[in-house]
C-alpha cells in the first residue's frame, strides 16, 4: 500500500514537508475552560457579540468610512484651487482683449474696451471692468468675481487682471 493522497489532505504517515504547497498547518486546539480542548468557548468570548481579539472582519468598511470625507474634502480643495486659477485666467484675457479694442477704437475708447472685456466671459462669472487713457496708453482693469464651488456662487473675492497697449489711432 503506498502513499495516497485524498482531496488535498496529506496522510498522517507523512512529515511536515510532504504538505501541499500553498497550505498553511492548522493551529493546535487550545484548551478550554475546563482544560481541555475544543468545548463551548474555544477561543471566543462568551455573549451574543462573540468578539475575537486580532479579528480584522469589517476593517475596510471601518477604514473606507473614515476616508470617505478625507478624499471628499480633497476634491472639493482642488476643484476650488481649479476656479480660482481659472478665474485669474479670465481675468487676464479680459483685460488683454479690452485694453486691444480700446486701443483700436474710434470715438467711445471705454464703451469699446469694456464691451469687448465682457464679450468672452462666461455668463456665471461677474466681473467689474474700467478702462482709460494715460497719455499715449489705454490701460484696463478687469476683476473677475472667484465662485466657491460653482460658477455663481461667489463670497466676494476679486481675482486682478490687468492691461496696458499703446492707442494707434
Known amino acids: 500500500m503506498g502513499r495516497t493522497r485524498t482531496a488535498g489532505r496529506v496522510p498522517r504517515t507523512a512529515g511536515p514537508s510532504a ?36 479579528d480584522d472582519r469589517g476593517q475596510a468598511a471601518i ?30 484675457h479680459a483685460a488683454d482683449e479690452a485694453v486691444r479694442a480700446g486701443a483700436v477704437a474710434e470715438g467711445d475708447r471705454a464703451g469699446a474696451c469694456e464691451r469687448a472685456g465682457r464679450q468672452d466671459l462666461p455668463g456665471a462669472w461677474s466681473a467689474e471692468i474700467g478702462c482709460w487713457s494715460e497719455g499715449d496708453l489705454v ?31
Open 19 to 54: 504538505r501541499p504547497a500553498g497550505r498553511r498547518p492548522r493551529p493546535a486546539a487550545r484548551a478550554g475552560p475546563h482544560g481541555r480542548a475544543g468545548g463551548p468557548q474555544q477561543g471566543r468570548a462568551a455573549g451574543p457579540a462573540r468578539f475575537r481579539l486580532g
Open 63 to 92: 477604514e473606507f468610512t473614515g476616508m470617505v470625507p478625507v478624499v471628499l474634502a480633497t476634491i472639493v480643495l482642488l476643484w476650488q484651487a481649479a476656479l480660482v486659477g481659472y478665474s485669474f485666467s479670465l481675468a487676464g
Open 139 to 169: 490701460k484696463a482693469t478687469v476683476d473677475v468675481r472667484i465662485p466657491v464651488l460653482f460658477p455663481g456662487l461667489s463670497l466676494g473675492i476679486d481675482a486682478p487682471g490687468e492691461a496696458a497697449a499703446v492707442r494707434e489711432s
